[in-house]
């Protein structure tokens, strides 16, 4: 079995700072990674994901995670932050053995809130 | 369609009373999964479709909710007799067949029911 732990309920952060989301996981397996994002009223949108080779992995909207085995982290980063990025943020794990359900493990979320 | 569709979008009912909610999967993806997330927690795995398999119901929280697919469509989840506790914004997703090796790519979620029980 597998859990995930997103520390931070909430996030403040004026725009074009730099953020952190963190995001730690659980696991007696090997896993797939991911971050999906929930816009106001929106469903959730895969972010990103880390399956194999380069630990660093980057979305389309300038976000990236790195994959951290020693530590089990993956936590979400973005040097300059927009408005337009206020949103939930969840991490999630996969079993990497598990071939058939696929089904992911959430965390609780990391609502992130750009200030102006 | 060009998403995953859920209906309704809002739902309000009274506590004993029984509700059923909607997914419309993406056209060719045979894996449909339903998922709850309770306010403040993460989502919680409910059930999971895939193509004409028996559904893995190991997620359901009790035998007050049922969902059934026919084929790779359509997926109603019901919950009879609501409780309080089952309060919580109802996801569906729904995923192609990856093939034999290959790394999943993601869900495809829908926009989710919000059910308030009172």
């Known amino acids: 079995a597998q859990s995930v732990t997103q520390l931070d309920s909430q996030v403040p952060v004026f725009e074009e700072a730099p953020v952190e989301l963190r995001c730690n996981y659980s696991?007696?397996?090997?896993?797939?990674l991911f971050w999906y994002v929930q816009y106001p009223n929106q469903g959730l949108q895969l972010l990103l994901k880390y399956l194999s080779g380069s630990t660093l992995v980057e979305s389309i909207n300038g976000f990236e995670a790195e994959f951290n085995k020693s530590q089990t982290s993956f936590h979400l980063r973005k040097p300059s932050v927009h408005i337009s990025d206020t949103a939930e943020y969840f991490c999630a794990v996969s079993d990497r053995s598990d071939t058939g359900r696929r089904a992911l493990t959430f965390g609780s979320g990391t609502r992130l809130q750009v200030q102006p | 369609g060009a998403g995953v569709s859920q209906s309704p979008s809002n739902k309000v009912t009274e506590k004993g009373k029984d509700v059923e909610l909607r997914c419309d999967p993406i056209s060719g993806h045979t894996a449909l999964y339903w998922y709850r997330q309770r306010l403040g927690q993460g989502l919680e795995f409910l059930i999971y479709f895939q193509g004409n398999s028996a559904p893995d119901k190991s997620g359901l929280p009790s035998d007050r909710f049922s969902a059934e697919r026919t084929g790779e469509s359509v997926s109603t989840l019901t919950i009879q007799r609501t409780q309080q506790e089952d309060s919580a914004v109802y996801l569906c997703a729904s995923m192609p067949t990856p093939y034999a090796g290959q790394a999943p790519y993601g869900y495809t979620f829908g926009s989710g029911t919000r059910l308030t029980v009172v």
């Open positions: 696991s007696s397996v090997s896993v797939y």
